[in-house]
């Protein structure tokens, strides 16, 4: 369905590239696939939104105060993102 040349050139005439993984990979985007699977069972999935605006402002609130700053991640050492990224300037600057 994603392959499709109808969803092609919807993606072509909103100046969209297409993204997939390589056929049978399934590791090639597992960091986006556990991100976006937390936010549908931990925000999405428990809601109905009323509009758009409510959902986009409970989303970026998910992102911003809990999944950023909080939820530790093993691809980032057991680090917060916020901390992975401070710590990565932090290293950067001291080189």
């Known amino acids: ?3 499709s040349s109808d969803w092609r050139s919807f993606l072509k005439e909103h100046n969209m590239e297409i993204s997939m993984s390589r056929k049978g990979n ?3 985007n597992a960091v986006a ?5 937390l936010l549908k069972k931990d925000r999405v999935k428990r809601r109905i939104y009323k ?3 409510e959902a ?4 970026f609130e998910y992102i911003e105060y809990f999944y950023n700053p909080k939820r530790n991640h ?3 050492g057991g680090l917060s993102p ?7 300037y932090q290293k950067l600057e001291s080189v």
Do not use: L
Request: glycine fraction near 4%; aromatic fraction near 18%.
């Open 26 to 28: 399934c590791h090639d």
């Open 1 to 3: 369905q994603y392959t």
């Open 56 to 59: 986009r402002s409970e989303i």
């Open 51 to 53: 509009t758009r605006e």
């Open 82 to 88: 916020n901390e992975y990224e401070r710590q990565y």
């Open 74 to 76: 093993g691809t980032n």
């Open 33 to 37: 696939e556990s991100f976006f699977s």
